[in-house]
T-cell receptor, first 111, second 114 residues
Framework: DAGVTQSPTHLIKTRGQQVTLRCSPK?????VSWYQQALGQGPQFIFQ???????QRGNFPDRFSGHQFPNYSSELNVNALLLGDSALYLC??????????FGSGTRLTVV | GENVEQHPSTLSVQEGDSAVIKCTYS??????FPWYKQELGKRPQLIID?????GEKKDQRIAVTLNKTAKHFSLHITETQPEDSAVYFC?????????????FGDGTTLTVKP
């Protein structure tokens, strides 16, 4: 049973560029949340998707947007990248909103 | 919004000793409290969770206690082993459909010395 898969694993982008990160939830899961984890800190909630709609959003600017597809997979888009956007981006999925399973993350470096 | 404080930030114990990590939260609407273990360079993994309708939950060497009145919950690891060394995060979530919006603590780096 595949867990949560994220792609790519690593990414280097230049300031001002745009990036798209992808997530496939664990089989049977329908809810996807995205988190940003800076080095040495706990994950910070970006937003949550359920039934292809953004249901909850954390304190992140509109440069961060997302999408959920009918097959429950999800994308995270970040526009106008800043140096401060460099972090590990984690996707987590759940079936009923509890007991989230995390993916291995995408390490984004903005130069 | 919710605020979660976690203590201590680092914890070093001898193999076989117990380890306790404590968290406090601010939002009385929170009712789901998961704990995650994150090894270096790896994903956070759920190790135990508790909902507000119970005060304690145990799974082998790991236990979590919850005091809703005081708004704090704790992770207890007994008979620690070197492979328990990792960063541990607590989190708090409000009920029902918002459960995905977990607010995390800043983590505790646990080192178990052989």
């Amino acid at each position: 049973d595949a867990g949560v898969t994220q792609s790519p694993t690593h990414l280097i982008k230049t300031r001002g560029q745009q990036v798209t990160l992808r997530c496939s939830p664990k089989s049977g899961h329908d809810t996807v949340s995205w988190y940003q984890q800076a080095l040495g800190q706990g994950p910070q909630f970006i937003f949550q998707y359920y039934e292809e709609e953004e249901r909850q959003r954390g304190n992140f600017p509109d440069r961060f947007s997302g999408h959920q597809f009918p097959n429950y997979s999800s994308e995270l888009n970040v526009n106008a990248l800043l140096l401060g956007d460099s972090a590990l981006y984690l996707c987590a999925s759940s079936r009923d909103g509890y007991g989230y399973t995390f993916g291995s993350g995408t390490r984004l470096t903005v130069v | 919004g919710e605020n979660v404080e976690q203590h201590p930030s680092t914890l070093s114990v001898q193999e076989g000793d117990s380890a306790v990590i404590k968290c406090t939260y601010s939002d009385s609407a929170s009712n789901y409290f998961p704990w995650y273990k994150q090894e270096l360079g790896k994903r956070p993994q759920l190790i135990i969770d508790i909902r507000s309708n119970v005060g304690e939950k145990k799974d082998q060497r790991i236990a979590v206690t919850l005091n809703k009145t005081a708004k704090h919950f704790s992770l207890h690891i007994t008979e620690t082993q070197p492979e328990d060394s990792a960063v541990y995060f607590c989190a708090a979530s409000p009920y029902n459909t918002n459960a995905g919006k977990s607010t995390f603590g800043d983590g505790t780096t646990l080192t178990v010395k052989p």
